[in-house]
């Protein structure tokens, strides 16, 4: 049987390998920030004809306002334009172009998002975050052990770090549904670990006479196997067939959901049991 645990530097290597080049891109160059962070107009309009969404972006392209992906349908009719920080001019002059390519368009409303709005958001993000990864600390330290608990906080930041480098390194929009995939991924990614954990506490308690803690971890980990492996698959099938078939308003919020996914399935097995076995290592290392 191939041991995990007894290859786990194996792991640790290619997890720095993944999470480095993303630190490296964040600290440089930072996040490309929507307007949910940055600020901008949030302008709602009503056509008095059907017209393609594709339309619409393309008026919103051809004045350089801001991206297609932040025009989104929010009726038969009526469409939600995100902008960057425009004038009065600027607005004029965006609705005098819808109004000319689409054959007349009547605005509902027009609001400016200011930049403090957006800060509060990342704070809020960040906030939740860190309650999140200390009630699962509390919650499993309770449960198993306050080792067990750090190994699954690491896990869960390792598995954040590979989806904030990557959206860092390709230069991904990041806006407030980006926010909603990572603390989706947060909850996701505890959940295989959650039960590793708890089949390791159970073979704990019918441990044979001489048997390692490492080849105890690993055969606790074969025989979680083919759930962690049914799981990721049914929940990657959903997620690709959105991907591929989903508006393009949500793939960035699909591709995080993607990368969370998978990289919370291996940090599972071998990031967060590997460095539980690691804490108990030098744990019995300094009492002897």
Not at 173 to 181: G, H, I, Q, R, W
Not at 260 to 267: I, L, P, Q, R
């Amino acid at each position: 049987m191939f041991s995990f645990i007894r290859h786990r530097k194996i792991w640790y290597i290619l997890s720095l390998l993944v999470v480095l080049p993303g630190v490296v891109s964040i600290v440089l160059q930072g996040f490309n920030l929507g307007i949910d962070f940055t600020g901008g107009n949030l302008m709602e309009i009503r056509a008095k004809q059907n017209v393609a969404i594709g339309d619409v972006r393309a008026v919103v392209e051809e004045l350089k306002y801001g991206a297609s992906d932040n025009v989104q349908q929010s009726g038969e009719r009526d469409y939600l334009i995100r902008t960057k920080n425009l004038s009065e001019t600027e607005s004029a002059k965006l609705v005098s172009a819808l109004n000319e390519k689409l054959g007349g368009v009547t605005l509902m409303q027009n609001n400016m998002v200011g930049p403090v709005m957006g800060r509060e958001l990342a704070f809020k993000a960040i906030l939740a975050l860190l309650i999140a990864a200390v009630l699962m600390l509390i919650y499993i330290s309770y449960r198993f052990e306050p080792k067990q608990g750090i190994a699954a906080v690491i896990a869960i930041v390792h598995d954040i770090l590979v989806v904030l480098g990557i959206f860092s390194i390709f230069r991904l929009e990041v806006n407030s549904t980006f926010v909603a995939a990572v603390l989706t991924i947060t909850g996701y990614s505890i959940n295989d670990t959650i039960v590793i954990f708890d089949r390791i506490r159970e073979n704990m308690r019918s441990r044979r006479k001489g048997e390692s803690l490492e080849d105890l971890v690993n055969i606790s980990i074969w025989q979680t196997m083919t759930r962690s492996i049914n799981t990721i698959l049914t929940v990657m099938f959903v997620l690709l067939a959105l991907f591929i078939i989903g508006h393009s308003t949500v793939k960035d919020f699909l591709l995080a959901l993607i990368i969370g996914v998978v990289t919370g399935a291996y940090s599972s097995v071998l990031n967060a049991s590997p460095i539980w076995v690691d804490l108990k290592l030098l744990e019995q290392k300094k009492q002897a």
